[in-house]
T-cell receptor, first 117, second 114 residues
Framework: GAVVSQHPSWVICKSGTSVKIECRSLDFQATTMFWYRQFPKQSLMLMATSNEGSKATYEQGVEKDKFLINHASLTLSTLTVTSAHPEDSSFYIC?????????????FGPGTRLTVL | AQSVTQLDSQVPVFEEAPVELRCNYS??????LFWYVQYPNQGLQLLLK??????LVKGINGFEAEFNKSQTSFHLRKPSVHISDTAEYFCAVIKGGGSYIPTFGRGTSLIVHP
């Protein structure tokens, strides 16, 4: 199946700094990627849909200026958490959508654990 | 709006026992159904999916699920679990003809005891 990678897998930063997380589709091109946030013992919450070459579509309640998304190429989307605070600590997961004749499926990255001190 | 209900937040079982993790969805249109497994501090790994065709779907690690349209269910089963199956399991639904964005259930924590 398709492989999606994320970098870094773990990051610890100080409050007020910005952190960039990369999501790459390794063996396929992805015009659409998704960014999720997951709190402990909870399900995935969709933050935004990242479209190559255009602006991301954010879900209700997600701050666009806080979580900057850039999908500059067909294999890379980045999520930048700006001026991070401890409440931004979470597990961030990206996915890439693959659509074929039989339907659509998402392939998930391994996730990035962000801890803001 | 579609929703996905995983009725059990936690399912404890003994090793080598059978297990069923329940998933119900609400949608009046055709759907694509998925089960994912998440091990601690890792992303989601696809276990199996139903897109069309046979309603009994076999996946990796000995898991299978059956799509029941009349009951709007997609329960996950394994006849004999291992300690290594201890993980979080998520059911997800994509509505056909829509935006192809999945709706996830809240997850079921499978805990396998020796």
């Amino acid at each position: 199946g398709a492989v999606v990678s994320q970098h870094p897998s773990w990051v610890i930063c100080k409050s007020g700094t910005s952190v960039k997380i990369e999501c790459r589709s390794l063996d396929f091109q992805a015009t659409t990627m998704f960014w999720y946030r997951q709190f402990p013992k909870q399900s995935l919450m969709l933050m935004a849909t990242s479209n190559e070459g255009s602006k991301a579509t954010y879900e209700q309640g997600v701050e666009k200026d806080k979580f900057l998304i850039n999908h500059a190429s067909l294999t890379l989307s980045t999520l930048t958490v700006t001026s991070a605070h401890p409440e931004d600590s979470s597990f961030y997961i990206c996915s890439a959508r693959v659509t074929s004749g039989s339907g659509s499926e998402q392939f998930f990255g391994p996730g990035t654990r962000l801890t803001v001190l | 709006a579609q929703s996905v209900t995983q009725l059990d937040s936690q399912v404890p079982v003994f090793e080598e026992a059978p297990v069923e993790l329940r998933c119900n969805y609400s949608s009046s249109v055709s759907v694509y159904l998925f089960w994912y497994v998440q091990y601690p501090n890792q992303g989601l790994q696809l276990l199996l999916k139903y897109l069309s065709g046979s309603t009994l779907v076999k996946g990796i690690n000995g898991f299978e699920a059956e799509f029941n349209k009349s009951q709007t269910s997609f329960h996950l089963r394994k006849p004999s679990v291992h300690i290594s199956d201890t993980a979080e399991y998520f059911c997800a639904v994509i509505k056909g003809g829509g935006s192809y964005i999945p709706t996830f259930g809240r997850g079921t924590s499978l805990i396998v005891h020796p």
